[in-house]
């Protein structure tokens, strides 16, 4: 075994005439089916990096450089190389790298521990590497279960744990969203009318009965787009995303009254309710802050009430 | 200790035992967490009573277990990056031997803050080598001497391996080399199949 192939087995003799002398036992491996020799050295691989060159003394004048070589046979490796001259017009070697491509190399042509130098830092290389993935994969795992948990967290903090509606945080951001978005949207908010007798006569399980009811209404008379919020008590608020048009806000709501009339059966008794409803439309103009919304869609809910209950106003400027 | 460690035992048990006998050795301490964190730190103390817990519950010696889960941690399926890392340290059982030498380092640089007390190799011949433990965790020798013998079946070596008695408060495990190319050991390649991660960490 000659000096070089100990030190840099990857590495290739070349004559003054660019043609290969002997291989290196790594690099002879990586090129398969080992080729007669002599052969020139850009026969069998493509100078990339700095600059493509096709004659040797093109290549000679880049000695001491850094180089990238592409195999040319599949499948087609990238190399990294410097080329060295020998004394007195004798020649040259070149000795190739795998540079961080290396784990595919390896894999590729089956390399092991003996086609690198003793000195070599690729075992490390290829060492860390897979250190370093099993270590993001247990972070990763982490990070998605602390995800999860991050989530399961956030849903209770925003819902309503007796109805499963939102609460009032979420629709603060609902609200701030939409009307930073400039969409034009709907802000309903419904008042169930005799629920406090409900719960005096019948107790707070027929209250809580009747609560459940209530939302699983408000949810089926609304899409999946549009949100439904427990304000607390028996107060409740919707917002439709991009919907304004005042006929068919009014048909829903009436929709919505006349099925919280219908009776609701508990143990051996039957409670009533019936709602009163106060809208106000958001045009993409409008620059109301959710507060403002808020307080103008429960100005006309107050008209709803003091006009007899059980029917729904629309909010007007100046009308309140 | 990381909390590595300590999932380490907690595979192993649930992988050698069975759900049902961890249940009932983390019901024997409050602190005993039925599912460690691998990345958190935990008290070093936590873990010694792991060991004695599990030891108890299996009604078995300490040495005796911690040395199946140092077989466990290199040969079971789940454990394969940890084999795979340590056998980079060489191509043959002898070299894997003398790279024990860098495992401080070697661990430090995969996971810092694994803090493995701290070892090295001695070569007494050809055939003999000692592995010196510093005695920081208890029963730590008993799980190298799981890891050692299950590599050399790895490798394929015939080996011999006893602890020695303690000298100057070092643990001493003997490795005697009978055939280094006993069998032909199981296939170990630079970059296995799918070496771009996806293995538990089984450390």
Redesign the interface.
């Known amino acids: 075994m000659s000096v070089f192939d100990i030190l840099c087995p990857c590495h290739a003799q070349l004559s003054q005439t660019g043609h290969i002398l002997h291989l290196g036992p790594t690099l002879a491996k990586l090129l398969g089916d080992t080729p007669a020799l002599p052969v020139r050295l850009l026969e069998l691989f493509e100078l990339r990096r700095p600059h493509p060159a096709a004659s040797m003394k093109v290549l000679f004048a880049l000695a001491g450089q850094k180089l990238t070589f592409r195999l040319r046979a599949a499948p087609h490796t990238d190399l990294k190389a410097v080329l060295a001259l020998l004394p007195s017009g004798q020649g040259a070697v070149v000795n190739f790298s795998f540079g961080i491509a290396i ?2 190399v ?2 590729r042509h ?5 086609d690198f130098a003793g000195t070599d830092l690729a ?2 290389m ?14 990763r795992t ?1 990070n998605q279960r602390l995800q999860g948990a991050k989530n399961a967290a956030e849903e209770q903090a925003f819902t309503d744990t007796l109805t499963g509606l939102k609460n009032r945080r979420t629709l603060n951001l609902v609200l701030a969203r939409l009307s930073e978005a400039k969409v034009p949207f709907t802000v309903m908010q419904l008042d169930l009318d005799y629920f406090k007798a409900v719960n005096d006569t019948y107790g707070h399980a027929a209250g809580d009965h009747v609560l459940q009811v209530a939302a699983r209404i408000l949810v089926e008379e609304t899409r999946a787009e549009d949100t439904v919020v427990r304000l607390g008590g028996d107060e409740f608020a919707l917002v439709f995303y991009n919907v304004i048009n005042a006929t068919r806000l009014a048909k829903l709501s009436q929709r919505i009254i006349e099925r919280l009339e219908q009776p609701v059966p508990f143990q051996n008794n039957i409670c009533r309710i019936s709602g009163s409803i106060g809208i106000v439309v958001f045009d993409r103009r409008s620059e109301a802050s959710p507060e403002v919304m808020l307080e103008q869609s429960d100005q006309a809910l107050y008209a709803s009430k003091k006009a007899g209950r059980a029917q729904h106003s629309f909010f007007h400027c100046g009308a309140a | 200790m990381l909390g590595l460690v300590n999932k380490a035992i907690e595979n192993f048990t649930i992988d050698s035992y069975g759900d049902q006998l961890w249940q009932d050795v983390v019901q024997q301490n409050t602190e005993f967490e039925p599912c460690f964190e691998l990345m958190l730190k935990y008290p070093d103390r936590l873990t010694f009573d792991l060991c004695a817990a599990l030891a108890a519950a299996l009604k078995r010696p300490q040495v005796d277990v911690l040395e199946d889960l140092g077989t466990y941690l290199v040969s079971h399926k789940n454990g394969q990056t940890l084999r795979r890392l340590l056998r980079f340290g060489g191509q043959s059982y002898e070299e894997f031997l003398i790279s024990l030498d860098e495992l401080n380092e070697r661990s430090e640089i995969a996971l810092s803050g694994l803090a493995l007390p701290a070892l090295r190799i001695e070569r007494h011949s050809g055939a003999l080598y000692h592995l010196v433990l510093a005695q920081g965790w208890p029963g730590f020798e008993a799980v190298m001497i799981g890891i050692l013998r299950a590599l050399a079946d790895d490798y394929g070596a015939q080996v011999w391996i006893e602890p020695i008695d303690p000298l100057r408060g070092m643990c001493r495990i003997e490795i005697k080399m009978l055939d280094a190319s006993f069998s032909a050991g199981l296939q170990f390649t630079l970059a296995a199949a799918g070496a771009a991660g996806g293995d538990d960490v089984g450390l």
């Open positions: 784990q595919n390896v894999q089956s390399l092991t521990h003996s075992i490390e290829l060492y860390l590497l897979e250190a370093k993935n099993a270590a993001m994969e247990a972070s982490l």
